[in-house]
């Protein structure tokens, strides 16, 4: 994965001329003339600004004074030879305590200024384990140097290039990007090790001790135990130094950097890149194109092609795409750079030969029935809800679901807009008031019998959103049969905790009884109350959740600031226009708007749904 960096502060022409103590005449001068290096950013005002390892570098070059904090990274000589490679492989640093290690690609180089060691996280490294441990992650290079060399020793850490997934597949110019946003070089992080003054003899690094172990037994000699050391083991403290390109590293180590992709950085491909210094063609295992030909072949075995062939064919389609996207990304892909060359690329994709003619056929088609398509969107949502989210053998047919059904509803909505929003999602949030405590109480509970079997299937565990299916204590649904959760009561305020399907497809049955409802909320730390209409029918009083608008991507709640009275004022605009798409996130409410001073009052909110109706028209016809 790509972890986030910190963020080097830039210099002006002003700080670039005290750095190298050059007055601010002879900065203009030199800049005005071209001899300055290429700004790293511009400001607001388009004035050049420089990373102080831009400085350092070029001062170190022109011969000028560096900062005083500049290391030797950027102050040396170029080497004429290339550096000797000490290690290289693959350590597991253990980030915190009674966890396990991270897999971590190294590479120590000696170089006349001191050690060098280059580190990049693999890409099974647990998110959780990397995020906000990027000085630990340096750290972890601590063990592969004597403590006598720390003092002079550099870590250049690779944060993660080109995030390699489905997210990024519809961009091919980004699907496998090397550079950064602004289009330059990888940029990695530089660290140094601190430790305090030495108070114990000299520890061997993992590198001399393996040598002194393989001299001893090239020499007939067994080696004697290590007995244990009293004295305190010296700890380093991995710090933060800068930014630096590979062609800063590649100059001191007299050789190209290898820069990985995510998707290849995999102990088997690290151990062929060992005898190799050129690019490999590796398989691509994990990047867009692998998942979408795995969902294409799990549909197919499944049986799609008869039992839903509109849904086979989208998925057929999609897989095509991702392909077309793919080689045209790898395509377009360089294999080296200034210091640097690509350690490893995926392959282009393949298609299986039993996939070929019949993926030919299948793009051949012109005649997908509406109707057809929006059966089988029904019929595939069920049973994506239903399958047991335990089951390995379901994980498959969930994946190709999930595409399948993503497909479907774009192919729908030119049709049958109402039956593509016709879904939910999960809201939660604390029951506190008359309002909230009513909807539950409204609600029908679930046979407790069948709670495990509900709580295991693929709708289950949405609802359940992480928590464990023992922690629920009801198991509710409503007149829909929309499925909410009761979980114990908040330990801080004591309200109770819920997990609800939450609709977003319009309402049945509101009239100008219905009543628009939501609770006062007097700790800003529950986030708000839930939104319901209240429905009073010949026979019963029932609730709504006000459905939320399609694709916005923050929820509301009544009582929170924020972006919820925003989406709030959108739902019921929607509802009140029988849209059921929505006028999206952009639309303003018109000066004086009668509905926004309702929901952004102070207090419970009560609103009659004949007055919330008259409002959103008078609303939507003051549109520009």
Known sequence: MAMSRPLPQPHTLAQLARRTSITDSRARALLAEGRLPTPDLRDADDRPLWFATTIDAWAASTGRATGADAVWLHTAPAATTPAPTLFHGVIHPVLT????????????????????????????????????????????????????????????????????????????????????????????????????????????????????????????????????????????????????????????????????????????????ACAYRTTLTVPDTSGAWPNALQRLQDARRLGWATSHPSAYTVLAADTAAVGDRTRTALAALPDHGDGWYLAARPAAPELPLELEAELDSLLRRTDLDPQQMADELTALRTAEADLLATDPDSQAEGEALTRALALLEIAVVPHDPRLVVDTCVIESGSARGPVAEQWIASLRPEPQVQWDQRLKTRRGRRLLRGHDASQVRQLLSDHAGRLVALFDADRWSGDTRWHAEWPLGLPAGWDDTTLIAADATSDVDTGGQPVLARIQTASEVRFDPVPLPPGHRSSFAFGYGGTGPGVLYDALLRVALDDPIGLGEDFQPPPGSQLWSAITSKGPLRLHWRDVRDWAHRDAAARP
Not at 152 to 177: E, K, M, Y
Not at 193 to 203: D, H, I, R, Y
Not at 215 to 227: D, I, K, M, S, V
């Open 97 to 272: 305590a009674g966890a396990e290690g991270v897999g971590l690609h190294a590479v120590v180089w000696g170089t006349d200024h001191g050690h060098l060691v280059y580190l990049t996280p693999l890409d099974d490294a647990p998110v959780e384990a990397l995020r906000g441990n990027i000085a630990r992650i340096a750290l972890g290079a601590a063990d592969l140097i004597a403590p006598r060399f720390w003092q002079d020793t550099l870590i250049v850490l690779d944060p993660g290039q080109a995030p390699h997934s489905l997210a990024r597949a519809h961009d091919p110019d980004r699907l496998f990007d090397v550079f950064d946003e602004d289009g330059r070089a990888p940029m990695l992080s530089c660290y140094r090790l601190l430790t305090a003054p030495a108070n114990s003899q000299a520890e061997e690094s993992v590198i001399e001790r393996s040598l002194r172990v393989k001299l001893a037994q090239l020499l007939g000699r067994t080696e004697p135990p290590t007995e244990p050391s009293t004295a305190t083991r010296l700890r380093p403290r991995a710090e933060y130094h800068s930014e630096v390109t590979p062609a800063v590293v590649a100059r001191v180590l007299g050789q190209n950097l290898a820069i990985w992709l995510e998707g290849t950085r995999r102990p088997e491909v690290i151990t062929r």
